[in-house]
């Protein structure tokens, strides 16, 4: 094992800002991205659906 | 032959596509999750410190294959582009729109990673080096198709005009990749190459494979998961979206 404990691990032999900096943004980023997608798609059907309803409405007018 | 080619293009419609893709994503999240635990795996418990950078250069791990996905993302999107000016196909518009955002994302986390290691090693964040600065402008060659596209109402002739735009681009690809090679950069030469063995410890180097596999396959889940809501989007007036059991419900 390369590690003698949890905290030698966090500290990277001294890198651990850089290690961490690196590794950090890019599962933040790979969390964010993939979250927006679903906001986007969700408020794409919602759009969706209240278009239908507005035609449903208007059909029942006339 | 042409009984495979027909299914193609069959495939090639958004309303067939939309419902394999949506198939296909958990597929590759569930190989993203995958290649990721093993890939960090590999890179923090069994790949020895390095000789000269210490634990610093576990960046390698996430540095490279970002910087990997970049170039890749952007020679699929500029494959796309040109299938969409040759055929006029409204998938291949649409995947170009959708692989775009995930490769600037891809082009920002290498100069982020990039700058976190180039500080510790080379003392500066940042240098106008040819390496860095070729995948500066790839980040801006993504940043402009985005831009170019959004500023087109029509969807149709964004498309097209997006298209020429990356193609152009393409020509930036292979100076990143020979940058280290044909100019004198502080950034170092290629981890791997064709055609001698690689320089750099097993385990490092299928550390690193896996975690390209690892974001590969994430990007192209993603790049479903927008594609989808392009289409939505885009083809929110035809039958065959107002059809859909989502929309429906």
Redesign the interface.
Known sequence: MIWHSAADFFAMGGYGLYVWGSFGVCALAMVLEPWLLRQRRSQALRSLQREMRAQQMNKERT | MSYRLVNWFKLASPQKFYPVAGKMIPLFWLLAAAFGVAGLWLG??VA??DATQ???Y??IF??VP?SWMSMFIYLVMAAWAGLGLALNARLSGMMAQALA??GA?MA??SL??GA??G??MWGAWWVWDARLTSELILFFLYLGFMALQSAIDDPRRADKAGAIVVLVGVVNVPVIYFSVKWWNTLHQGASISINKAPSMAMTMLWGMLLMALCLWM?SI??AL??V??IM??RE?HTDW??QLA???A
Request: a positive charge; aromatic letters at 18%; charged letters at 25%.
């Open positions: 923090f418990f020895p410190t210490g634990e610093g576990r960046i996430i540095h970002t955002p995930t994302l920002f986390l982020w990673t976190f290691w500080k510790p994430y889940a993603v998961m927008r989808r809501a939505l989007e929110s979206v107002k989502e929309v429906k």
